[in-house]
């Protein structure tokens, strides 16, 4: 995205259940997102410039074999 970016002590706490960097954000976006691509052996990482420099959130999903 384009929006403030994450600050980098904040990153290792992103995926964490009731940690929030808004000020009326529940914490519970990411975390979800995190068990949900975990339940299908997915990976989902996160990269930020640092504030004001926006996020980037990539999610890898592995495919069955046979599928493309």
Do not use: M, N, Y
Not at 14 to 26: A, H
Not at 38 to 50: K, M, N, Y
Not at 51 to 61: D, E, F, N
Request: negative net charge; contains cysteine.
């Amino acid at each position: 995205d384009q929006g403030c970016g994450i600050l980098p002590e904040q990153i290792d706490r992103v995926f964490d259940p009731f940690f929030s960097t808004k000020e009326s954000g529940t914490g519970l976006g990411l975390a979800v997102c995190h068990q949900i691509v975990a339940q299908h052996r997915g990976t989902i990482t996160l990269e930020s410039g640092g504030q004001g420099q926006g996020t980037i959130v990539s999610v890898l999903l592995p495919l069955k074999r046979g599928e493309i």
